[in-house]
Nanobody, 131 residues
């Protein structure tokens, strides 16, 4: 059973940094995408960053490119992914979720427009950036 658990959210002033983590477990191979998403109440959820676990290749939304970095510590049947967030802005305030999509098509991990469905989700962690 696939499970994801985020941790590490909090509050920071504008310009500061935070790192959120997600421990993913319960899968038997590396044929999946992992992604970080965020959502503000009343707005659509947006993709922040994704990773192809087999290669470690990462992809970022334009709004966070150059400020956020996604990384992983992968092992058999589990993976911890991190999202290092620097130069935070008030508009980065949101609940951050990690999610997993089982797939044989690695190119799906590159898709950042929200059209690829992720099947498993964590409970989310709040990030608040004050001005």
């Amino acid at each position: 059973q696939v499970q994801l658990q985020e941790s590490g959210g909090g509050s920071v002033q504008s310009g500061g940094s935070l790192r959120v983590s997600c421990f993913a477990s319960g899968f038997r191979n590396s044929n999946y995408c992992l992604g970080w998403f965020r959502q503000v109440p009343g707005r659509e959820r947006e993709v922040v960053a994704t990773i192809i676990p087999l290669s470690g290749a990462t992809f970022y939304a334009g709004s966070v490119e150059g400020r956020f970095t996604m990384s992983q510590e992968k092992d058999y049947g589990k993976n911890t992914v991190y999202l290092q967030m620097n130069s935070l802005r008030p508009e980065d305030t949101a609940t951050y979720y990690c999610a997993l999509r089982p797939t044989m098509k690695r190119e799906e991990c590159r898709v950042l427009d929200g059209t690829i469905e992720y099947n498993y989700w964590g409970q989310g962690t709040q990030v608040t950036v004050s001005s």
